[in-house]
């Protein structure tokens, strides 16, 4: 199974700003994943971050607000732009791979917005 | 993305007692694959059911799958501190997953 890391685990942010997480595979994958998942509630899906072209967005987020990069198959940058308290969530990768194409996910970063 | 829906959202049982979790569909289908996500931790995979009427086991893990494969179910016997966490279903569509609400269990020793 992959193995995944994510950078930062938390961080505490003002309104405003930017903040990108980075997310680390240990091996080639072709699809990855972000979600949200705010305190309590269940996982959202944000975007598919596809390699070599744009990401493919949920209803409800959008580029310009969530940026993503995946310049390899084992790597994928997420950016929160221009964050507001709303924006404070955990943020999760995640990899399908396996028999069951069953998902594998990073330990996720903690975003607190003030 | 396939809407399911989970009942309860939250379950206390005394050490011992048996608990399960349903999720239901409007629409069929193709497969379902169950999530466990500890307090503080990130969700992994349990299993996939794939076939009408499926049922698997894991120790004391059983998994459902319904006839019309609009439903499926986790039961847990003789529960633990250990099964403490969320348990999500979430259908695999293209190998995209749609979560659902999830059931939280809390177990009281």
């Known amino acids: 199974s992959a193995v995944i890391s994510q950078k930062p685990s938390r961080d505490i942010c003002q309104r405003g700003t930017s903040l990108t997480i980075q997310c680390q595979v240990d091996?080639?994958?072709?699809?990855m994943f972000w979600y949200r998942q705010q305190p309590g509630q269940s996982l959202t899906l944000i975007a598919t971050a596809n390699q070599g072209s744009e990401a493919t967005y949920e209803s409800g987020f959008v580029i310009d607000k969530f940026p993503i990069s995946r310049p390899n198959l084992t790597f994928s940058t997420l950016t929160v732009s221009n964050m507001s308290p709303e924006d404070s969530s955990i943020y999760l990768c995640?990899?399908?791979?396996?028999?069951?194409?069953?998902?594998?996910f990073g330990p996720g970063t903690r975003l607190t917005v003030l | 993305g396939q809407q399911v829906m989970q009942i309860p959202q939250y379950q206390h049982v005394q050490e011992g007692e048996d608990f399960t979790t349903y999720c239901n569909s409007s629409?069929?289908?193709?497969?379902i694959q169950w999530y466990k996500q500890r307090p503080g931790g990130h969700p992994v995979f349990l299993i996939q059911?794939?076939?009408?009427?499926e049922v698997k086991k894991q120790k004391r893990l059983t998994f459902q799958f319904g006839e019309a494969k609009k439903n499926s179910s986790l039961h847990i016997t003789a529960t633990q501190t250990t099964d403490v966490g969320t348990y999500f279903c979430?259908?695999?569509?293209?190998?995209?997953?749609?979560f659902g609400g999830g059931t939280r269990l809390m177990v009281k020793p």
């Open positions: 629409t069929t289908l193709s497969n």
């Open positions: 979430a259908p695999n569509a293209g190998n995209m997953l749609t």
């Open positions: 091996s080639q994958v072709t699809m």
């Open positions: 995640s990899v399908s791979d396996g028999v069951y194409n069953e998902q594998f």
């Open positions: 059911l794939v076939k009408s009427g």
